[in-house]
């Protein structure tokens, strides 16, 4: 299957930092969590610009214990690949996730809004997998912090970024 074949049913690339690096847009999808009942859920969907390196998208958190918690944030940031030993690389990507607003188009700049989210994700070269650290704003305004958590690429998503 192509790159590009493989970049429009929403995968990441999986060849190497040297020929991907500067090629275009792309997108990815993953689940973040420890799977565990209870425990909270970050999926995120997200739009590479990779001779920018810049990242955007949405996130959505979900926790269905008490209190239950659904949460969409909109995210930007930045990716880079990290070489830690030869022919051994990870990707690092930083996002920083503000409330989504929906804002009248001529309602002028609009409010500054605080962050609720801020994600620290590494994955395997291939993009597949890895580990996130995230913290997200609750319901009473204190930070959560989420550690090592598992995150997986999902190969079928129909609509990413749906709210």
Known sequence: MSTSATRAKGKAP??????????????????IGSRLI?????TVHLTFDAPSGAVSGIGQLAQPTSPP??????LDGDYTY???MPNTSHIL?????YPVLWWPSNGGVGPVLMPNL???????????????????????????????AQAQMLSNVDVAGQL
């Open 118 to 148: 801020r994600l620290r994700m590494v994955l395997e070269a291939d993009w597949q997998s890895g580990t996130a650290n995230f913290e997200y704003l609750d319901a009473d305004g204190t930070w959560q912090r989420v550690e090592s």
């Open 38 to 42: 209870g425990a909270p859920l970050l």
């Open 93 to 97: 990507i930083t996002l920083t996730g």
């Open 14 to 31: 999986s060849a190497t930092p040297k020929t991907e690096a500067r090629s275009g847009l792309f997108i990815g999808s993953w689940e």
């Open 69 to 74: 918690m659904h949460q969409s944030s909109r």
């Open 82 to 84: 990290l070489t830690v």
